[in-house]
């Protein structure tokens, strides 16, 4: 049989490729390689996708410094798709990344009207206590929304860049739609932008791990920060097709633009509300220097967050993962053995009689069991070559893939609840 294998061809890219054509999100095959040890999403293309994410491995390769951050919505169970969030953050971490996890509370409070109370009860026993077990280290920062100080503060002062039409753009607001519910989509942006403020080390490139569908907060907070920061560099050619830089600002004092142009080594000329920069070769130190004046001018001086974009898991019934449907979705905290049932009960990728799955062989790009053991339940990359071959050349029956990712299934959670318990006495190790 001549056959193409590929055990990663179970993710449809082209799905995505509008996101690539028309919000300039970057492919991140050419990321990969920039990397020593990649995630086992970045080798098998679950994460597909990338802002900026140059910037990432920039700092990773050269030790610079540099940030992971993202939340979670306290709402209901958590479950294998946040695992896939708090893995990256993890990964990270343990690449160097100072991190940063916020339990959306002031959004579950504004836009699901939960009350504060379940939002905490919610966020550290589903959430916090599952990212501790799985190995989020005690120099990271967990925090609440509602609690920490700078997250609110930065969350006014970007409200302030922000207009009702845009976010209505974004995220289909109407007339209806309350303040609290707006403050809250701000209030991401500034989830996201916290890392860079001075208490957290300054301006540092960041990373955002979220799924397809979260681009449109990343392009919200990559504009926003754009407008608080009080200089704009811009690229420029003269009249005779040299390049030089503009640096422009409406809102930097006098004094801010001529200790600009001093300290540039590279030859500057002084304007009205802008300095242009001639021969300036080194991009990274002259943004350095713009970065100090605006800080100790007490201004913003934000580099847009980068971000990655991974794919997600279908329902284990085929179709979309919903939290309403208990049956499309395993949790990390529901009963093992619960969990293992409904991985038998599983849709496979499997043709209806034996015969024809032994002559046709198996489909695994339409299987859930076959996505449970790519996302989550086998880390070789051989064994799981090994079962994409087996069931596409048809020696793999579908009875005996569930029966092995059910038993995986089961062990990971009770492994993981078993850390669970564990990391229950460890929160005042993370200021909790
Ligand atoms: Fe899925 Fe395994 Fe059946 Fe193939 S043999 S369709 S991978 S359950």
Same mark, same amino acid.
């Given at each position: 049989? *001549?056959?193409?294998?590929?055990?990663?061809?179970?993710?449809?890219?082209?799905? +995505?490729?509008?996101?690539?054509?028309?919000?300039?999100?970057? $492919?991140?095959?050419?990321?990969?390689?920039?990397?020593?040890?990649?995630?086992?999403?970045? %080798? @098998?293309?679950?994460?597909?996708?990338?802002?900026?994410?140059?910037?990432?491995?920039?700092?990773?390769?050269?030790?610079?410094?540099?940030?992971?951050? %993202?939340?979670?919505?306290?709402?209901?169970?958590?479950?294998?798709?946040?695992?896939?969030?708090?893995?990256?953050?993890?990964?990270?971490?343990?690449?160097?990344?100072?991190?940063?996890?916020?339990?959306?509370?002031?959004?579950?409070?504004?836009?699901?009207?939960?009350?504060?109370?379940?939002?905490?009860?919610?966020?550290?026993?589903? =959430?916090?206590?599952?990212?501790?077990?799985?190995?989020?280290?005690?120099?990271?920062?967990?925090?609440?929304?509602?609690?920490?100080?700078?997250?609110?503060?930065?969350?006014? #002062?970007? %409200?302030?860049?922000?207009?009702?039409?845009?976010?209505?753009?974004? +995220?289909?607001?109407?007339?209806?739609?309350?303040?609290?519910?707006?403050?809250?989509?701000?209030?991401?942006?500034?989830?996201?932008?916290?890392?860079?403020?001075?208490?957290?080390?300054?301006?540092?490139?960041?990373?955002?791990?979220?799924?397809?569908?979260?681009?449109?907060?990343?392009?919200?907070? @990559?504009?926003?920060?754009?407008?608080?920061?009080?200089?704009?560099? /811009?690229?420029?050619?003269?009249?005779?097709? *040299?390049? =030089?830089?503009?640096?422009?600002?409406?809102?930097?004092?006098?004094?801010?633009?001529? #200790?600009?142009?001093?300290?540039? $080594?590279?030859?500057?000329?002084?304007?009205?509300?802008?300095?242009?920069?001639?021969?300036?070769?080194?991009?990274?130190?002259?943004?350095?220097?713009?970065?100090?004046?605006?800080?100790?001018? &007490?201004?913003?001086?934000?580099?847009?967050?980068?971000?990655?974009?991974?794919?997600?898991?279908?329902?284990?019934?085929?179709?979309?993962?919903?939290?309403?449907?208990?049956?499309?979705?395993?949790?990390?905290?529901?009963?093992?053995?619960?969990?293992?049932?409904?991985v038998k009960?599983a849709?496979?990728?499997?043709?209806?009689?034996?015969?024809?799955?032994?002559?046709? &062989?198996?489909? $695994?790009?339409?299987?859930?069991v =076959? #996505?449970?053991?790519?996302?989550?339940?086998?880390?070789?990359?051989? /064994?799981?070559?090994?079962? +994409?071959?087996?069931?596409?050349? &048809?020696? @793999?029956?579908c009875g005996?893939c569930k029966a092995?990712a059910a038993?995986?299934?089961?062990?990971?959670?009770?492994?993981?609840?078993?850390?669970?318990?564990?990391?229950?006495?460890?929160?005042? /190790? +993370?200021?909790?």
């Amino acid at each position: 049989m *001549n056959m193409k294998i590929d055990p990663w061809s179970a993710l449809n890219i082209d799905d +995505y490729s509008k996101l690539f054509d028309e919000f300039g999100i970057q $492919p991140f095959d050419d990321m990969v390689r920039e990397i020593e040890n990649p995630h086992k999403f970045m %080798s @098998r293309k679950i994460i597909f996708g990338h802002r900026n994410y140059d910037r990432i491995t920039d700092a990773m390769n050269n030790n610079k410094p540099f940030s992971v951050m %993202s939340g979670f919505m306290p709402s209901g169970k958590v479950h294998l798709g946040h695992k896939m969030v708090m893995e990256e953050i993890i990964w990270h971490q343990q690449q160097g990344a100072d991190a940063f996890v916020g339990i959306a509370d002031r959004e579950s409070h504004a836009v699901r009207g939960m009350s504060w109370e379940k939002c905490s009860d919610i966020g550290i026993n589903e =959430y916090i206590i599952s990212l501790i077990a799985l190995g989020f280290e005690p120099n990271g920062h967990i925090y609440f929304q509602s609690k920490s100080e700078q997250v609110k503060d930065l969350a006014f #002062e970007l %409200s302030s860049k922000a207009n009702y039409s845009e976010l209505s753009a974004i +995220y289909g607001f109407t007339g209806e739609t309350n303040v609290a519910h707006m403050l809250s989509a701000v209030t991401q942006s500034a989830d996201i932008l916290h890392p860079q403020l001075e208490e957290y080390g300054g301006p540092k490139p960041a990373v955002i791990p979220v799924g397809s569908d979260q681009d449109p907060h990343i392009r919200l907070t @990559r504009g926003l920060g754009h407008k608080m920061n009080m200089f704009k560099i /811009e690229g420029r050619e003269d009249k005779d097709g *040299n390049k =030089y830089f503009s640096i422009r600002s409406k809102a930097a004092p006098e004094e801010a633009l001529k #200790e600009l142009s001093q300290r540039i $080594p590279d030859k500057t000329k002084l304007f009205e509300g802008h300095v242009d920069v001639f021969s300036a070769d080194n991009f990274e130190s002259l943004m350095k220097v713009v970065q100090d004046v605006e800080l100790e001018f &007490g201004g913003y001086a934000f580099v847009p967050p980068s971000s990655t974009y991974h794919r997600f898991m279908s329902g284990l019934q085929g179709g979309k993962m919903s939290s309403s449907v208990p049956e499309s979705y395993i949790s990390l905290t529901e009963e093992p053995k619960g969990a293992a049932k409904k991985v038998k009960r599983a849709k496979t990728g499997g043709r209806i009689t034996l015969e024809e799955q032994k002559k046709l &062989g198996g489909e $695994p790009e339409k299987c859930s069991v =076959y #996505e449970m053991f790519l996302f989550h339940l086998v880390d070789d990359d051989e /064994e799981l070559a090994q079962i +994409y071959t087996e069931c596409r050349e &048809g020696t @793999r029956m579908c009875g005996h893939c569930k029966a092995l990712a059910a038993e995986r299934t089961e062990k990971f959670l009770k492994e993981h609840q078993e850390l669970r318990e564990v990391a229950k006495d460890r929160l005042d /190790e +993370y200021g909790l």
